[in-house]
């Protein structure tokens, strides 16, 4: 069992910066391939970024390419999501996933075996 802890969450105005966190409890970090996910009021969730397992290629939704960059610190069992440039659309509750092992579709919910509680992030205009 994973145990993912987000945090970073906050409120900022719209062209502004934040960084989220995801700490993982596990002795396998460098197994996992990790992600993020988003989900606005009102609409489904939907994937924003994911890195292969043990750090590996990183990979970004159409809408977050150029402007959220992901790093990974294994010696924390932490990954990051930093957001710069954001919008009052990027206003979501911040998912943070885990998958045990490699896998083909980063970018689909039901290829992740943990899930963090999630963490609030809201853009102001």
């Known amino acids: 069992q994973v145990r993912l802890v987000e945090s970073g969450g906050g409120l900022v105005q719209a062209g502004g910066s934040l960084s989220l966190s995801c700490a993982a409890s596990t002795r396998s970090f460098s197994t996992l391939s990790m992600g993020w996910f988003r989900q606005a009021p009102g609409k489904e969730r939907e994937f924003v970024a994911a890195?292969?397992?043990?750090?590996?290629?990183?990979y970004f939704a159409d809408f977050v390419k150029g402007r959220f960059t992901f790093s990974v610190d294994n010696a924390a069992n932490t990954v990051y999501l930093r957001m710069n440039n954001l919008r009052p659309e990027d206003t979501a509750v911040y998912y943070c996933a885990a998958r045990d092992g490699s896998s083909w579709a980063l970018s689909l919910e039901n290829h992740y075996d943990y899930w963090g509680q999630g963490t609030q992030v809201t853009v102001s205009s």
């Open positions: 890195i292969g397992q043990g750090g590996g290629a990183a």
